[in-house]
């Protein structure tokens, strides 16, 4: 590994070559480099810094309902009849 300057360092992966077209077609269509898409990639599967892996779940489901928080049991087990 070689280190670049910004805290960057160069490594090196290997992709098969349905794996590589799909990444080069992926980030043409978005505008991005090879590089800069793989880059996304590794981020949005690490956990976010300093919190568990299960952060990446918080504000996923939505109720429509503000006081939810106040019922979160009933909402995820149901009414208690």
Same mark, same amino acid.
């Not at 280190?3 to 077209?21: F, H, K, Q, V």
């Not at 799909?22 to 505008?31: D, F, H």
């Not at 956990?47 to 979160?72: C, T």
């Given at each position: @590994?070689?280190?670049?300057?910004?805290?960057m360092?160069?490594? $090196?992966?290997? $992709?098969?070559?349905n794996?590589? =077209?799909?990444?080069?077609?992926?980030?043409?269509? $978005?505008?991005?480099?090879?590089?800069?898409?793989?880059?996304?990639? %590794?981020?949005? =599967?690490? +956990?976010?810094?300093?919190?568990?892996?299960? @952060?990446?779940?918080?504000?996923?489901?939505?109720?429509?309902? +503000?006081?939810?928080?106040?019922?979160?049991?009933?909402? %995820?087990?149901?009414?208690?009849?």
């Amino acid at each position: @590994m070689k280190s670049e300057g910004d805290n960057m360092i160069r490594t $090196l992966i290997t $992709l098969d070559e349905n794996d590589y =077209a799909a990444v080069k077609r992926e980030a043409n269509a $978005l505008g991005l480099s090879i590089a800069e898409f793989v880059r996304r990639a %590794v981020r949005a =599967a690490l +956990p976010p810094r300093g919190q568990g892996p299960w @952060m990446k779940y918080a504000g996923l489901v939505q109720s429509g309902d +503000p006081q939810s928080s106040r019922a979160i049991d009933e909402i %995820v087990y149901g009414q208690k009849d």
